[in-house]
Antibody, heavy 118, light 102 residues
Framework: VQLREWGPGLVRPSGTLSLTCDVSDGSINSSYWWNWVRQPPGRGLEWIGEIYHSGSTNYNPSLKSRVTMSVDTSKNHFTLKMSSVTAADTAVYYC????????????WGRGTLVTVSS | IQMTQSPSTLSASVGDRVTITCRASQPVSGWLAWYQQKPGQAPNLLIYKASILKSGVPSRFSGSGSRTEFTLTISSLQAGDFATYYCQQYSFFGQGTKVEIK
């Protein structure tokens, strides 16, 4: 399976970040959780949340009030929306597949840089 | 849960044996994973369930540990191993260990 993130690379402060992760060479309708992880420039990894093909979600408590994830099984992709963004949300955003039997992320998408700036 | 890696930076030479430690703030399951990340690239899974090597990963990488302390060992550091390594337990990542050339 391969994953590819895409969406606007620049978002205005207080706006909404919107990213899509396309899943190819595999079905999103499988026994995996589909995750978003981000990495601010020069810093470590932060888990954002996950979604199952049924639509069930789990979010990082620190971001939960601003994050919404959805899944479109007909298009074999899932999306991330983050509202009220600030410069602190500038990061490379990765999507990844998580095996629920051992909870590791593999594979990862290549990542996409989102900059929050006016 | 907090995952704390040590050291934060490690200077080593090709051929060295390298050990990175990941400590959990409370006992955790054995679902501990290790990733390697090179500049400008996504993380790459090395080990999962604390000690299982992902297919295709060189055998010089190994993992061990349980409950609150886990280790990643590189038995003989190669040029391509200079990178940052992260541990992960569920939704919690360690802060990373940068392995740099001595």
């Amino acid at each position: 399976v391969q994953l590819r993130e895409w969406g606007p690379g620049l978002v205005r402060p207080s706006g909404t970040l919107s990213l899509t992760c396309d899943v190819s060479d595999g079905s999103i309708n499988s026994s995996y959780w589909w995750n978003w992880v981000r990495q601010p420039p020069g810093r470590g990894l932060e888990w954002i949340g996950e979604i199952y093909h049924s639509g069930s979600t789990n979010y990082n408590p620190s971001l939960k009030s601003r994050v919404t994830m959805s899944v479109d099984t007909s298009k074999n992709h899932f999306t991330l929306k983050m509202s009220s963004v600030t410069a602190a949300d500038t990061a490379v955003y990765y999507c990844g597949r998580v095996d629920s039997t051992s909870w590791h992320v593999d594979p990862w998408g290549r990542g996409t840089l989102v900059t929050v700036s006016s | 849960i907090q995952m704390t890696q040590s050291p934060s930076t490690l200077s080593a030479s090709v051929g060295d044996r390298v050990t990175i430690t990941c400590r959990a703030s409370q006992p955790v399951s054995g679902w501990l994973a290790w990733y390697q990340q090179k500049p400008g690239q996504a993380p790459n899974l090395l080990i999962y369930k604390a000690s299982i090597l992902k297919s295709g990963v060189p055998s010089r990488f190994s993992g061990s540990g349980s409950r609150t302390e886990f280790t990643l060992t590189i038995s003989s550091l190669q040029a391509g191993d200079f990178a940052t390594y992260y541990c992960q337990q569920y939704s919690f990542f360690g802060q990373g260990t940068k392995v740099e050339i001595k």
